[in-house]
């Protein structure tokens, strides 16, 4: 069994942040590996060591055989990275910033035009060429970010967060891109903050929180331990409240979550659910709403952790739903602003 | 997608470390993707080609004739003083492309790239010193449709453009430290604004040192912007040159000296 990357208790401080405390990390050769975590739990730190922009404090990382410090060099013509922080030129065109790679990366003039060319093409972007790309959308710019880190056909391909801020078209297409890589033999590490996400595309996922690994396993082994599924239930009369949160308790095992009159449990298995409906109906509880559907993130976290996805703040300003903003983008990067 | 985007190539051993001929390859690449940039973004021609020009005629035409008798002997007096002011405020290019590029992840993205570490700057400094000349070479152009007369020919003109250029070059280092130290791109400009203007205004470039307060003069006197400026007319007109060109390249030195440790502190501390 071959690694493409191993990283070995990896620290990094900033100030008195400890964005990294002691992870390892074992990817396979030709998988995709899923860093799942909320804001400030050291994804994109983690990311920015193992793609040499950031040394570490202590510990250490192999990237496709070669030391991320000794060898860097080597390292960086092996991978590509995608991400909030590696971004292409707004005031270029399309053509022109995959142009600009090629060159840096030794490709003569011809070469590089028609690896621009291929790209774009392959990334329905041909259209948009030669348009400053400050005037793409969302979807376009990842896109072309996308294309900007396959310049060079790396053999090890980073993603931090390639879907957040991405409306639902746009990240089906994405992760559609990423599959087709991964078919090609190209190991994939992704960050990301949505469960789906990681379950969707990785073949092995390690959700980390406030920079240590805290599970680790296939998205399967993942969702049975933290429970896979929420069951959501909210009474029509909110008198009956009291009886539901007893009820959901008891079938589930463990506290409920309330959020005004929806009662929420896990639902580890596949009992939960008539066991809920028996014992409503038996209570003769009247129910607006009763629904099943995936964990979240947060469910996952609270399973695992015993506390919420907290946002430290480190990595980006959040939205309400706790997911970074397309605009936090500047303060995704504390290690900068404090320096 | 084709799978011909994405397809490995046959393993290759990576090389060790950049040639220092790829490393200048590298360093003209991003050069030119910073002369591209002007063409998306006309403003940076503005900045490069109107400020100046407006400069040369708002100043000539307004206050010649009041500061030194008549447009004429004004346009002499100040044109070699302009350049070294408008070179200065060129210079913050530097360190606000610089800091665009930090803020915006294209650094970030560059550094991934198995390039030459020093190449991003340099052929920023590259790019910049090709406006840099192209400024200089305008504010000469429009200074002699006015009626400027250079006073050395080719030698002196040659002269003077490579005095400015050093000096730029040096003095664009402090634009580096700023661009490195402060948030947003924005900031470098305020800088340079509440930095070089009472500078150059504080200096001989527009009004003779004996026309000023004599507490001001003590200070003109020694400014290096003042200094410069001498320089740069001795050699377009005449008049002494040897030594204050050599005072302006200790100066530069000094500079280099001073702020090119600062800056690669700053820059190892930020990225």
Redesign the interface.
Known sequence: MSYAIQADGLVKRFGATTALAGVDLAVQTGTVFGLLGPNGAGKTTAV?VL???LRPDAGSARVGG?DVLR?A??V????G?T???????????GT?NLL??G????LPKAAAKARAR??LA??HLSDAADR?TKTYSGGMRRRLDLA?S?V??P?LLFLDEPTTGLDPRSRNELWG?VR??VG???TVLLTTQYLDEADQLADEIAVVDHGRVIAQGAPEELKLKTGGQALTVRPADPADLGTVISIMAEVAGAEPEINQTAVTVPAIDDAVLPAAVRRLDRAQIRVAELSLRGSTLDEVFLTLTGHRAEDDNDEGTSTDDGRVSENG??AARPE??S? | MTATAAALHPPVVPSRSVSPAAGLRQTLSLAWRSLVQIRHNPMELLDLSIQPIMFVLLFTYVFGTAIAGSSGDYLKFMLPGIMVQNALFATMTTGFGLNTDLTKGVFDRLRSLPIARWSPLAGRILADTVKQAWSIALLLGIGMVMGFRVGNGVLGVLGAFALLLVFSLATSWISVLVGLLVSEPEKVQIFGFMVIFPLTFTSNVFVPTDKMPGWLQTWVEVNPVTIVADAVRGLLLSGPVAWPVIQSLLWAAAIVVLFVPLSLRAFTRRV
């Open positions: 920015r793609a040499t922009l070669y060898d060099h080597q960086r013509q092996l991978i990275l991400g909030q922080y590696a971004s292409v030129d707004e005031t270029l065109t022109e600009l790679i060159r840096l990366l030794g291929e790209l392959d990334f400053a900007a396959l060079g056909r053999q891109i087709e890589l090609t033999g190209v983008r500047h900068r602003t320096a």
